[in-house]
């Protein structure tokens, strides 16, 4: 099957630092990619999706200053939190579609001190 | 954009029960709508999907039914056992990108 990795698995920083998730697709390609965000006992909320050789597209009310995503291969999609806050604190995950189905990746937890 | 509401937010019922879970859509453009199983601080992982060009999904206790008119589905688990319990999402999906329900906390009694 389809598997899709995430790194690191989880970091803890200080405010005002920058913090950079990579998420990697292992055994297939793909063009485009999603970031998801999950706090404590909330549902996965999409942030952006990811487009390969393209810039990625937002959804409403993410800033994208703040959350740089960069597809820089058909294998590798980055998320950069930049000048993270305690509030930015969270589970990112990110997926990649293979046909109409969505491989996850292991998720990334950030805790920002 | 579209959105997606579920129901309930938790459930309990005893082992070998069914649980219903429901799952509403707005955008009559999603074409695809997965259920997922998320086990705390792990990744979700699909149990079961269904396309919109099709009503009734079924895999072993898992079940999945569309009404595409009323923009809305569901998910039945038979004979309920107690590595069921988890957080179930719904989620709509049009060009890939999924828009998830809020989760239902699910557990099963033994």
């Known amino acids: 099957g389809a598997v899709v990795s995430q790194h690191p698995s989880w970091v803890i920083c200080k405010s005002g630092t920058s913090v950079k998730i990579e998420c990697r697709s292992l055994?297939?390609?793909?063009?485009?990619m999603f970031w998801y965000r999950q706090f404590p006992k909330q549902s996965l909320m999409l942030m952006a999706t990811s487009n390969e050789g393209s810039k990625a597209t937002y959804e409403q009310g993410v800033e994208k200053d703040k959350f740089l995503i960069n597809h820089a291969s058909l294998t590798l999609s980055t998320l950069t939190v930049t000048s993270a806050h305690p509030e930015d604190s969270s589970f990112y995950i990110c997926?990649?579609?293979?046909?109409?189905?969505?491989?996850f990746g292991p998720g990334t937890r950030l805790l920002v001190l | 954009g579209e959105n997606v509401e579920q129901h309930p937010s938790t459930l309990s019922v005893q082992e070998g029960d069914s649980a219903v879970i429901k799952c509403t859509y707005s955008d009559s453009a999603s074409n695809y709508f997965p259920w997922y199983k998320q086990e705390l601080g792990k990744r979700p992982q699909l149990i079961i999907d269904i396309r919109s060009n099709v009503g009734e999904k079924k895999d072993q206790r898992i079940a999945v039914t569309l009404n595409k008119t009323a923009k809305h589905f569901s998910l039945h688990i038979t004979e309920t056992q107690p590595e069921d319990s988890a957080v179930y999402f719904c989620a709509a999906s049009q060009g890939g990108k999924l828009i998830f329900g809020q989760g239902t906390e699910l557990s099963v009694k033994p």
């Open positions: 997926s990649a579609p293979r046909g109409e189905t969505q491989y």
């Open positions: 055994d297939f390609q793909a063009t485009t």
